[in-house]
């Protein structure tokens, strides 16, 4: 794990060590953009409409937002009250406030009616209706419902009334000529902006004299030869954007960049799977030296299991000291039989295979635990069961252990058998605290009688056959639990 560490830091300062890809330092973009600007509206290009002729309408006609209710000026409610005179058609006999929506409502009343309106009357009012378009859109909508297009009252109110209009409107003079332009780029250039990028990748520019359309094969070029990049602003990596126009500057030290950091990652992810493939075969290794560990003493446990037979049978006729080193000498050859026998499940990954299950008595198991260490235990219900009982022997030996050498008073060992095996190895001692453990490994020194495997391994233990260990201070109680 330190390796890979390693190598990610190695990865950040590769990274943080290789030149700004942008530069934008050593080039100002705006300044390069502005003298793109200024070349390109004055290549050929397509006359639009010149900005004299575009001044001769009111820009609120010009913007999309026309279409759109008013609501800063008035409220849903009144809004509300202006559709509802247009379906009934009568007067809605309530006060209404304001001198433009009176306007509104009468004319609403004579669109209903069917009663004409003077033209100089679009003349004194405002330009936009309250919901939205102008006054004379609805009213030349409503003209050509009635009477026709062609018709010469529908002709005459349209000579009078074209600049009332809104761009929307297919009868605004300038409909036509800006239609290929999105409403959007319509506003991005009425609200100043000098530039907008649309269909085809036609770049529509706006001077002082007109609006043009420059086609990309004109300004493409001219923006590769000034080391620029444009394309639409919805890109991910942008260093400057202006209008709807993505501009990015294109140097040789992008490219050098771009092939450092290539390089880079690929040296990078070369490190990290030599690392793994290291980690691997030491991994293999490892597992080849517990087989090879584990097949050469299974010859001599074999052996020391013969010679202890030839003690057993032999036993009745030997004095009492040499009956208990017989005694030792197959325990000792019972539990290393037992742990070889056992490790070969860390020759697997499957947790069941590591933790092998035998069934007996509880009560039989505990004797054989805790007659050693000559102590009693309260057990509420005994059942045979199937457990790991030698991994789970080694925690209640460490327990017991520990509760004989550091704890005070008398030792109690309670097993409880219900959803989960209960036990609980206990003094009238108390538990060190986290910090004092702590401290401990630092300052006690070792005893050789303490050379368990102590209770953090123990605890581990435990979680891999899928229980805990709880250690509680005051007094000092050692519990572990197994699902059944």
């Given at each position: 794990?330190?390796?890979?560490?390693?190598?990610?830091?190695?990865?950040?300062?590769?990274?943080?060590?290789?030149?700004?890809?942008?530069?934008?330092?050593?080039?100002?973009?705006?300044?390069?953009?502005?003298?793109?600007?200024?070349?390109?509206?004055?290549?050929?290009?397509?006359?639009?409409?010149?900005?004299?002729?575009?001044?001769?309408?009111?820009?609120?006609?010009?913007?999309?937002?026309?279409?759109?209710?008013?609501?800063?000026?008035?409220?849903?409610?009144?809004?509300?009250?202006?559709?509802?005179?247009?379906?009934?058609?009568?007067?809605?006999?309530?006060?209404?406030?304001?001198?433009?929506?009176?306007?509104?409502?009468?004319?609403?009343?004579?669109?209903?009616?069917?009663?004409?309106?003077?033209?100089?009357?679009?003349?004194?009012?405002?330009?936009?209706?309250?919901?939205?378009?102008?006054?004379?859109?609805?009213?030349?909508?409503?003209?050509?419902?009635?009477?026709?297009?062609?018709?010469?009252?529908?002709?005459?109110?349209?000579?009078?009334?074209?600049?009332?209009?809104?761009?929307?409107?297919?009868?605004?003079?300038?409909?036509?000529?800006?239609?290929?332009?999105?409403?959007?780029?319509?506003?991005?250039?009425?609200?100043?902006?000098?530039?907008?990028?649309?269909?085809?990748?036609?770049?529509?520019?706006?001077?002082?004299?007109?609006?043009?359309?420059?086609?990309?094969?004109?300004?493409?070029?001219?923006?590769?030869?000034?080391?620029?990049?444009?394309?639409?602003?919805?890109?991910?990596?942008?260093?400057?954007?202006?209008?709807?126009?993505?501009?990015?500057?294109?140097?040789?030290?992008?490219?050098?960049?771009?092939?450092?950091?290539?390089?880079?990652?690929?040296?990078?992810?070369?490190?990290?799977?030599?690392?793994?493939?290291?980690?691997?075969?030491?991994?293999?290794?490892?597992?080849?030296?517990?087989?090879?560990?584990?097949?050469?003493?299974?010859?001599?446990?074999?052996?020391?299991?013969?010679?202890?037979?030839?003690?057993?049978?032999?036993?009745?006729?030997?004095?009492?000291?040499?009956?208990?080193?017989?005694?030792?000498?197959?325990?000792?050859?019972?539990?290393?039989?037992?742990?070889?026998?056992?490790?070969?499940?860390?020759?697997?990954?499957?947790?069941?295979?590591?933790?092998?299950?035998?069934?007996?008595?509880?009560?039989?198991?505990?004797?054989?635990?805790?007659?050693?260490?000559?102590?009693?235990?309260?057990l509420n219900e005994d059942r045979e069961l199937e457990l790991p009982y030698y991994w789970l022997g080694i925690c209640l030996d460490n327990l017991a252990k520990?509760?004989?050498?550091?704890?005070?008073?008398?030792?109690?060992?309670?097993?409880?058998?219900?959803?989960?095996?209960?036990?609980?190895?206990?003094?009238?001692?108390?538990?060190?605290?986290?910090?004092?453990?702590?401290?401990?490994?630092?300052?006690?020194?070792?005893?050789?009688?303490?050379?368990?495997?102590?209770?953090?391994?123990?605890?581990?233990?435990?979680?891999?056959?899928?229980?805990?260990?709880?250690?509680?201070?005051?007094?000092?109680?050692?519990?572990?639990?197994?699902?059944?």
């Amino acid at each position: 794990m330190n390796r890979i560490q390693h190598l990610g830091f190695l990865a950040i300062v590769s990274l943080c060590s290789l030149p700004t890809v942008a530069k934008e330092s050593a080039i100002n973009l705006q300044t390069l953009w502005q003298q793109f600007y200024q070349q390109a509206s004055q290549l050929p290009s397509e006359h639009v409409v010149s900005q004299t002729e575009l001044n001769r309408y009111p820009k609120p006609l010009l913007l999309s937002s026309s279409q759109y209710p008013d609501f800063k000026q008035f409220h849903w409610q009144e809004i509300q009250q202006l559709w509802q005179i247009s379906q009934r058609c009568k007067d809605p006999h309530i006060s209404i406030a304001t001198p433009a929506l009176q306007a509104a409502a009468k004319f609403e009343l004579s669109l209903c009616q069917r009663t004409p309106l003077a033209s100089a009357w679009f003349d004194n009012q405002a330009l936009l209706h309250p919901a939205g378009g102008s006054y004379a859109d609805r009213y030349l909508a409503s003209l050509e419902n009635k009477l026709g297009k062609d018709h010469p009252e529908t002709q005459e109110f349209l000579s009078h009334h074209k600049r009332q209009l809104t761009l929307a409107n297919a009868a605004h003079p300038l409909h036509s000529q800006l239609r290929p332009l999105s409403t959007k780029g319509v506003d991005a250039l009425l609200s100043g902006y000098r530039a907008y990028l649309y269909e085809q990748n036609k770049l529509w520019i706006n001077n002082e004299l007109d609006w043009k359309v420059v086609k990309a094969s004109q300004w493409q070029p001219l923006a590769e030869s000034m080391q620029l990049k444009l394309t639409d602003s919805t890109a991910t990596s942008c260093s400057f954007r202006y209008s709807n126009l993505c501009i990015t500057a294109i140097t040789p030290e992008k490219q050098w960049a771009r092939w450092a950091l290539i390089f880079s990652a690929l040296v990078i992810a070369s490190l990290l799977i030599r690392s793994l493939y290291q980690r691997r075969q030491n991994a293999k290794e490892r597992q080849f030296v517990l087989q090879l560990l584990t097949h050469e003493l299974r010859t001599p446990i074999t052996s020391l299991g013969l010679t202890v037979e030839l003690f057993r049978e032999q036993f009745d006729d030997q004095n009492e000291q040499t009956q208990q080193a017989v005694w030792r000498l197959m325990a000792d050859h019972q539990r290393l039989a037992q742990l070889t026998e056992t490790s070969k499940g860390y020759l697997t990954t499957n947790s069941k295979e590591q933790f092998q299950r035998q069934r007996a008595y509880l009560s039989d198991w505990l004797e054989h635990c805790l007659d050693k260490h000559q102590l009693n235990y309260a057990l509420n219900e005994d059942r045979e069961l199937e457990l790991p009982y030698y991994w789970l022997g080694i925690c209640l030996d460490n327990l017991a252990k520990n509760a004989q050498q550091h704890g005070k008073g008398q030792i109690t060992i309670e097993v409880k058998v219900n959803k989960v095996l209960h036990i609980q190895v206990g003094d009238q001692g108390e538990f060190p605290s986290s910090a004092k453990r702590w401290l401990g490994m630092f300052s006690q020194p070792k005893h050789q009688a303490n050379m368990g495997i102590g209770l953090i391994i123990v605890s581990r233990l435990m979680k891999k056959m899928g229980g805990k260990l709880i250690c509680l201070r005051k007094p000092t109680r050692c519990i572990l639990e197994l699902p059944l």
